[in-house]
């Protein structure tokens, strides 16, 4: 009693520990989730600012290199004409002017040191003056005047390029830091894989021994019976070979509960399980097929045989003391099988015999003849 009791103890023990395993590994994992959610949202909102701030400076770039090189150019007519027609220098304030509200320029400058947000502003500058430039050189063309447009406009490539370059560098340093995640995907993917397997595992196992095993004895139950016995008739029939089945109950089951209660009979019927498995071969399988009525598989066992192994069982527990001292005796029904055996001939067999010895006086086993 004492070791079904441990036994019992240790399974539930085990039980407890995997379910807190799962509890913990599922919260760790819902956090890596939301940690990996929250770090790609937060780089992919970075990188497109990022984005914004090389887009916006490469269109003001470029379009200040284009209104000096068409000035330098000398097609005045041609100058104008594209100039008004596409909206540059409009164009060149605006993303300027977009550039200097971007809040994605106060991350940047804090992630380098030579960067500033006062160089968008000297762009700024620097474009105005430019703008002047050109106008002043296109109502005096001359060398030196253009000579002053094209070191303005260099002064504003240099800067625009400075800005343009921090910010790829930015995203590059991102973009590496990406590849970090695929070491928390592995790690993630493990865990997955690792809590599938113990969920598995863990509900197979739960649901196969409810399944086959009876819930108060721990022995295989009814179901697993008709299992192993039609598996056992397969190969009997098969290798001509013979196995026997014995089933037995406890005799006035009934009385022992009514004196002593349910809780009592419970106890006693553990107790009882556990002495005949411990009686038995090791080839010899026992199942609980009914409240008190058991069922013992004996392969390639003959009815003689099976009849002295059931006597020697009857006699174990004829000795034993079972909860509270109370005695308890068996009654066995042996039955062989034959070629053509069925799962309810052999038990039909069985339970004729098990009858003739409670007929008898119970405390006994019987062959079915």
């Known amino acids: 009693m004492e070791e079904k009791a441990q036994h019992d103890g240790m399974i539930s023990m085990k039980y407890t520990r995997i379910s807190t395993y799962l509890i913990f590994l599922t919260i760790f994992l819902l956090i890596i989730n939301i940690v990996m959610i929250y770090f790609i949202f937060n780089t992919v909102k970075v990188l497109e600012n990022d984005a914004s701030i090389i887009n916006r400076m490469g269109i003001a770039r470029g379009s200040i290199q284009r209104i000096t090189k068409l000035e330098i150019s000398g097609n005045q007519n041609y100058y104008n004409e594209l100039i008004l027609q596409e909206n540059l220098v409009l164009e060149v304030d605006l993303q300027i002017a977009k550039l200097l509200e971007d809040k994605a320029l106060l991350l940047l400058a804090k992630e380098y040191a030579d960067f500033s ?30 000579i002053d447009v094209l070191n303005e406009s260099e002064e504003i490539w240099y800067l625009a ?123 010899d399988e026992v199942f609980r097929v009914g409240g008190e009525e058991f069922a013992i598989i004996a392969p390639e066992t003959d009815a003689a045989n099976a009849l002295v192994l059931a006597d020697k069982i009857r006699k174990v527990v004829e000795a034993a003391s079972f909860h509270n001292n109370i005695k308890v005796t068996l009654s066995l029904g042996v039955a062989e099988s034959y070629s053509g055996s069925s799962i309810s001939n052999i038990y039909r067999q069985a339970d004729i015999a098990l009858y003739k010895a409670k007929n008898s006086g119970r405390n006994r086993a019987e062959q079915y003849l």
Request: aromatic share 12%; charged share 25%; no cysteine.
């Open 117 to 146: 947000i006062e160089n968008i502003k000297l762009i700024q500058t620097k474009w105005q003056n430019l703008k002047l430039l050109l106008a002043n050189h296109q109502e005096n063309p001359s060398k030196n005047n253009l």
């Open 161 to 283: 390029s400075s800005v343009a370059l921090n910010a790829q560098k930015s995203t590059e340093n991102k973009v590496s830091a990406i590849k970090e995640i695929y070491i928390i995907l592995f790690f993630y993917l493990i865990n997955v894989l690792v809590i599938i397997w113990i969920v598995y595992s863990y509900v197979r196992k739960n649901l196969e021994f409810k399944a086959s095993y009876d819930a108060l004895t721990g022995l295989a139950n009814r179901h697993s019976y008709e299992k192993t016995i039609e598996a056992e008739i397969e190969r009997s029939n098969r290798y001509k070979t013979k196995f026997s089945l014995i089933i037995y109950d406890v005799d006035y089951f009934k009385k022992i509960n009514d004196t002593y209660g349910h809780e009592s009979g419970d106890k006693i019927l553990i107790e009882l399980s556990s002495l005949v498995k411990t009686t038995l071969r090791k080839s």
